[in-house]
């Protein structure tokens, strides 16, 4: 199965500088205030958790296959963690082409690939969701990894299997489990790297910045279940 070998770590090329200002922020509910990463957002993060929902989109040409692994890595990690959510498929959404759209937006075309700016993508949701309340649910959103790439921003090197961001959106280029299990996991307000900043190394979470396995170590077990408290 296409989703299921090996993933040539690390999932930047250099690590990230600016990383630890994503650290979450306080405790229980007040995990959405992380960092000031978007500071030149007019509206603070949207509380996408209250919907209960998380939906699973997908550009043309990903097979109904790899999308449903997806939906069942996140419902695994739902129940693990006893998450008030459940997840479930997008793309029958009439939203879907909206969400659709937005990436189009979002995204600047060089050579053949088309660059995702995922910054400017979340900043965009977080307005829609505030002043139209439409796509006010979590999102995921699988593209297709031969069109689009992840655009550079504040001189780190772009992500390349997926970004995820507690504002409510994950957008992956791939789905092997691991890769789903940790993008989501920063989706749910986890916003650092093990192996990052000042966090030591552990590779036996997949939240370390290299190997990452699609298990947790005790301290982010620990922070998700403060997280969601
Ligand atoms: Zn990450
Ligand atoms: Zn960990």
Same mark, same amino acid.
């Given at each position: ?10 999932? %930047? !090329?250099?690590?990230?500088? *600016? ?5 979450? +922020?306080?405790?229980?509910? *007040?995990?959405? %205030? ?40 996140? *419902? ?11 997840? +479930?498929?997008?793309?029958? !959404? ?38 139209? !309340? ?12 031969? !069109? ?69 170590? +005790? ?11």
């Amino acid at each position: 199965m296409a989703g299921q070998q090996a993933l040539p770590y690390p999932i %930047r !090329k250099n690590r990230s500088k *600016n990383l630890e200002t994503l650290k979450v +922020e306080g405790h229980g509910k *007040n995990w959405r %205030r992380f960092g000031g990463h978007y500071d030149n957002s007019k509206y603070p993060p949207y509380k996408w958790d209250e919907s209960g929902e998380v939906f699973v989109f997908s550009t043309e040409g990903i097979p109904d296959t790899t999308k449903n692994n997806v939906i069942k890595v996140v *419902n695994k990690f739902i129940n693990d963690f006893h998450l008030p959510l459940r997840c +479930e498929d997008g793309d029958t !959404k009439e939203e879907r082409s909206y969400l659709l759209e937005l990436l189009e937006d979002s995204v600047t075309a060089r050579g053949i690939k088309k660059e995702i700016d995922f910054d400017k993508l979340n900043i965009e949701l977080t307005r829609i969701r505030h002043e139209c !309340k439409r796509l006010t649910y979590g999102i995921i959103l699988i593209v297709d990894e031969r !069109k689009y790439e992840f655009l550079s921003t504040k001189g780190e090197e772009p992500a390349i299997y997926g970004c995820g961001s507690g504002y409510g959106l994950t957008i992956l280029r791939v789905t092997h489990p691991k890769a789903v299990v940790h993008e989501f996991a920063h989706m749910c307000g986890l916003g650092y790297h093990h192996g990052e900043g000042s966090t030591p190394p552990n590779r036996n979470c997949t939240m370390n910045w290299v190997y990452p396995t699609e298990k947790f170590c +005790e301290y982010c077990k620990n922070r998700l279940k403060e997280i969601w408290a």
